[in-house]
């Protein structure tokens, strides 16, 4: 087999391994064994080592034209910005699958029939989005992602779950017919969907900033970034603890890939100063928002969904600089996403350990939380570190080169909201870690009703540590978070990774 | 934009305004399925009747079509007629 077909077979692989996954799991009844788990994961983590040292060791994007029909166009490109959003669902996806096998052995009949073949969808829809080529078939994944995320928020079928679900599915829609809206502006004006030629043909059109400008607006809603984002907390706070991570940490992205595509490297000739300035300003006001209202929640899962909607304002900072000519902010904002993306699934895994364990879903629940679940308090702790932006962690490398490119492109103006976002990111953060060194004494003294209906600790279950045996799962959200340790210490590896198709970075920077 | 494109863009910005305008779930429902159907005609319209048109037009439609379906069974299980944030309201209490 010659070393270009090895190489589409991978990349083959790595869309149809997480559905081979689903396939197996609807024939095993939704009831997926660990072995099998295990298998289809090991299959995808091969492929995707391959594909990626594949792409790093060319140094150059890989493209395979799997459908070319009228109307059913299918091309698949790994260039830097896919294979890292690829990699990073993969190491995500992988956590999280242990993390649900390890509670599907604590609780064997509690999951869902429908989680695993909807959940293996989801992976694999998410792995053809980053890869897809044109803009149809990333449309098409957004909503295949969305559905399949709305379907595993409702999966438990209680009311609040299924409110929150309706209102996730609600806003995808509206997103999604809005983006299609733009789609046909597009169409008209170009008459191609390849993101490859949209860029001279949208920019002769005088209606190309129109186009453009629509299908943001769905994406932003997708993404989503604040003012828009008040349907993400609900759906991400309310999702089973081994789907709120998947949400929280790579979905997102989801539509933050498509939109710096679309926007930098399909038509870069159209993105102007004011209207990139205006997307890194609501991106300000996702940060300011999402950390004072994460500040204030009283209510575990929800405090780290609006450290979501803080976290994502960081990354819009990524368009101004670009537009600017930083090569450091797509370097910079690329990175941060992949690190976001470790340390949130990690806080998610570990919060989901302590609530469970302390039989409530509030940060009360975090109290004491370090002598019965240590290692989940220590994954804390380190996703906080790279959430924070201190090193040695992805989120301190990725923070850094957008400081530096703000510096570089003459736009201070960026960096007061880094650094305020950053104070604040602690302060939510240290908020849950004083929680979880706190005394026994406040631990015995924490009060016990339960915001949930039959929920509740007693006081004395509360004040003695229980004998768990070993913590898998604050083990998982544990290995989880030093993985972004590991990418403060070593980002060259990566940084080259995300150079590889990127724009400005011969010119720029 | 011709004629038919600016016709179906109206529809969707109808649908978009029903949507936001209901307060109960199904409301909101027939303001989307309004926006569907005006988003899909506007991309079956926006260039020359062949084959690569109708091809994205019906993959569109069908998907579309799939994620309605979807808001209406969910919809149904829950009351659909009253407001959307009182459950989340009622939990969070």
Redesign the interface.
């Known amino acids: 087999m010659s070393e270009l077909s090895l190489a589409a077979g991978v990349l083959v692989l790595v869309v149809a391994g997480p559905l081979l996954g689903a396939v197996l799991a609807v024939a095993d009844h939704g009831h997926a064994s660990s072995r099998l788990v295990g298998l289809v994961t090991g299959l995808i983590a091969s492929a995707v080592t391959v594909l990626s040292v594949t792409v790093a060791g060319s140094g150059t994007p890989l493209t395979l034209v799997l459908l070319a029909g009228p109307g059913l166009e299918l091309t698949l490109v790994a260039d830097g910005l896919a294979v890292a959003m690829v990699v990073m669902t993969t190491i995500v996806a992988i956590a999280v699958a242990g993390f649900a096998t390890s509670e599907d052995r604590e609780s064997p009949q509690a999951r869902h029939p429908r989680f695993w073949p909807v959940w293996f969808a989801l992976w694999s829809a998410l792995h053809l989005l980053f890869l897809a080529g044109d803009l149809l078939t990333a449309y098409l994944m957004l909503e295949a992602i969305g559905v399949a995320g709305a379907a595993l928020v409702s999966l438990d079928g209680r009311r609040h779950t299924l409110l929150a679900a309706t209102r996730y599915l609600y806003a995808e829609l509206v997103a999604s017919m809005t983006v299609l809206a733009g789609i046909a502006l597009i169409w008209h004006q170009t008459g191609s969907l390849r993101f490859a030629e949209l860029g001279p043909e949208l920019s002769a059109h005088p209606e190309g900033w129109l186009a453009l400008g629509v299908v943001t607006a769905g994406l932003l809603l997708k993404l989503p970034l604040a003012p828009v984002h008040l349907w993400l907390p609900a759906a991400h706070a309310w999702a089973p603890s081994a789907v709120s991570p998947i949400l929280s940490a790579v979905v997102v992205k989801s539509a933050f890939a498509v939109l710096i595509r679309l926007w930098f490297l399909a038509s870069p000739g159209l993105v102007t100063r004011h209207g990139a300035q205006l997307l890194g300003s609501l991106g300000v006001v996702a940060i300011v928002w999402g950390s004072v209202v994460a500040l204030r929640s009283a209510h575990l899962k929800q405090l780290i969904a609006y450290s979501t909607v803080s976290q994502l304002g960081f990354l819009m900072l990524l368009v101004p600089l670009m537009q600017a000519g930083s090569a450091d902010a797509w370097r910079g904002g690329v990175l941060y996403a992949v690190a976001h993306a470790l340390a949130k699934a990690a806080l998610l895994m570990a919060a989901a350990v302590i609530a469970e364990d302390a039989e409530r879903p509030d940060v009360e629940a975090v109290i004491g939380a370090v002598t019965r679940r240590p290692l989940a308090v220590f994954a804390i702790g380190v996703a906080a570190l790279s959430l924070v932006g201190l090193p040695p962690s992805g989120g301190f490398v990725g923070k850094w080169y957008l400081l530096v490119a703000s510096l570089r492109t003459g736009q201070w103006w960026w960096l007061p909201p880094i650094l305020v976002g950053s104070l604040l990111t602690a302060g939510y953060l240290l908020k849950l870690l004083k929680r979880a060194f706190a005394t026994d004494d406040l631990a015995t003294s924490r009060p016990t009703a339960s915001p949930v209906a039959g929920v509740g600790a007693a006081p004395e279950a509360a004040a003695e540590p229980a004998d768990v045996g070993f913590d898998a799962r604050g083990a998982l959200a544990l290995a989880l978070a030093l993985v972004t340790v590991v990418i403060g210490v070593r980002p060259a590896a990566l940084l080259e990774l995300i150079d590889i198709g990127a724009p400005l970075v011969t010119g720029g920077g | 934009?011709?004629a038919p494109?600016i016709v179906?863009?109206v529809v969707?910005v109808v649908?978009?305004s029903a949507?936001f305008a209901g307060v109960a779930?199904r409301g909101?429902?027939r303001g989307?399925v309004t926006?569907?159907v005006?988003?899909?005609v506007?991309?079956g319209v926006?260039?020359p009747t062949?084959?690569?048109?109708?091809?994205?037009?019906?993959?569109?439609g069908i998907?579309?079509a799939?994620?309605?379906v979807?808001?209406r069974i969910?919809?149904r299980?829950?009351d659909g007629d009253e407001p959307?944030r009182?459950?989340?309201d009622?939990?969070?209490?």
């Open positions: 934009m011709n494109m179906a863009a969707v649908g978009l949507s779930i909101r429902l989307l926006m569907g005006g988003t899909v506007m991309l926006a260039g062949r084959p690569a048109t109708l091809g994205m037009t019906l993959m569109a998907t579309l799939g994620m309605l979807f808001a969910l919809a299980l829950i959307d009182r459950g989340i009622e939990a969070r209490r």
